[in-house]
């Protein structure tokens, strides 16, 4: 089982931003507005202006980022959520989606939940009135806000995220991007007041600065596009590695709603994702059927999956107790260096 790395972080109702370009804008204009003050101090100088300038354009992404990461998506569980479904397309980074998204580079998984229809052709109650479809259906407590959801009106694969559990593996795109901009952000703030407190001795050192600045965003923009994850299993810059259409997974992570779209139910972050039936359902015939049993255990009404479901959730609980617990706070267990080094003998079992 793989776990995969978390950037995001879900807030409460109270603590959502919707997605308005006046927020950035205005964040860019108070920029502008400091600046243009500033450059009156030397007689509106064009470097300061253009300067300040710059200053407002960072300032714009690092509050995008910010939201991106923080007040998009809504908590809808205190605590991570695990869902079983069979696979129905499967998308890695690349430089283009990449690109697409504002240099999000996070992979995703789409999933039909067990019992449920295995096609996307139905309607939407067939999908949520089984045993797990709680996960996908609306929330009361988000349309009571007048938060929306997606309507057959929109775009079909928008839609198709509400019949289907959509699951996002998180790269780091977003979070190495704020990062970029923030220190370039203290680099322009320092070679504005440069500009303006000091006199031409400062040359030398605001080109450095300048320098210093330009490379950090050209490595920004670099890793984001042109570096996008290897799709190797073991990575763990959110990729889902080789799981492939028609295979059955067991996903877990933070449920949440994502209000950074027209609003839908999804596994953001995945925690865990592993395949736990051998079978591969060929999701092109129209008679495909779920498995008659898994692991063992027959897998054909509501009850029967959610017998499964807590079967695997539950093995899933007791393998990461083990690992946030039981087996670190062993003694033996609790070497840094190496165990011939730091460790310390287990007593010995006597029969």
């Excluded at 240099?103 to 096609?119: E, F, Q, R, S, V």
């Excluded at 009571?144 to 998180?170: I, M, Q, W």
């Excluded at 027209?262 to 015939?285: F, K």
Aim: charged share 10%; net charge negative.
């Amino acid at each position: 089982m793989i776990p995969y790395q978390k950037f995001t972080q879900c807030t409460d109702i109270n603590g959502y931003v919707p997605n308005h370009a006046g927020f950035y804008i205005s964040v860019g204009v108070l920029a502008v507005m400091v600046g243009a003050a500033l450059a009156t101090l030397v007689s509106f100088a064009l470097i300061p202006t253009i300067i300040s300038g710059l200053i407002a354009l960072v300032l714009g992404v690092i509050a995008f980022c910010t939201w991106y990461l923080y007040h998009r998506l809504i908590c809808l569980n205190p605590t991570e959520v695990c869902a079983i479904g069979v696979v129905t397309g499967v998308l890695h980074p690349t430089p283009q989606t990449i690109a697409g998204k504002a240099g999000d580079n996070d992979a995703t998984l789409n999933i039909l939940l067990a019992p449920g229809p295995l096609n996307y052709g139905q309607d939407i109650s067939e999908y949520t009135s089984h045993v797990q479809g709680n996960l996908i259906a609306a929330q009361v407590q988000l349309t009571n806000a007048g938060l929306p959801y997606v309507t057959s009106s929109a775009s079909t694969d928008d839609f198709n995220h509400r019949k289907g559990l959509h699951c996002e593996f998180e790269g780091d795109g977003i979070a190495i991007l704020l990062a970029f901009a923030e220190a370039i952000l203290v680099l322009l703030i320092a070679i504005l007041a440069l500009t303006v407190l000091a006199g031409p001795w400062a040359a030398p050192l605001i080109w450095l600065l300048a320098i210093i600045a330009a490379m950090l965003g050209a490595s920004g923009l670099f890793n984001d596009l042109a570096n996008p994850p290897v799709a190797q299993g073991t990575d763990l810059q959110g990729n889902p590695g080789n799981v492939a259409k028609g295979q059955i997974v067991l996903v877990s992570g933070d449920w949440i709603y994502d209000g950074g779209h027209d609003g839908w139910n999804e596994i953001h972050a995945v925690h865990n994702c592993q395949i736990i039936s051998d079978q591969v359902l060929d999701l092109s015939d129209s008679n495909v059927a779920w498995p008659s049993e898994i692991s063992g255990m027959p897998f054909v009404t509501d009850a029967d999956v959610s017998a499964v479901v807590n079967f695997w959730c539950g093995m899933l609980s007791q393998a990461g107790g083990a690992v946030k617990g039981g087996t670190m706070t062993n003694p033996a267990n609790n070497w840094v260096v190496h165990p011939l080094v730091d460790g310390c003998n287990q007593s010995p079992v006597i029969v």
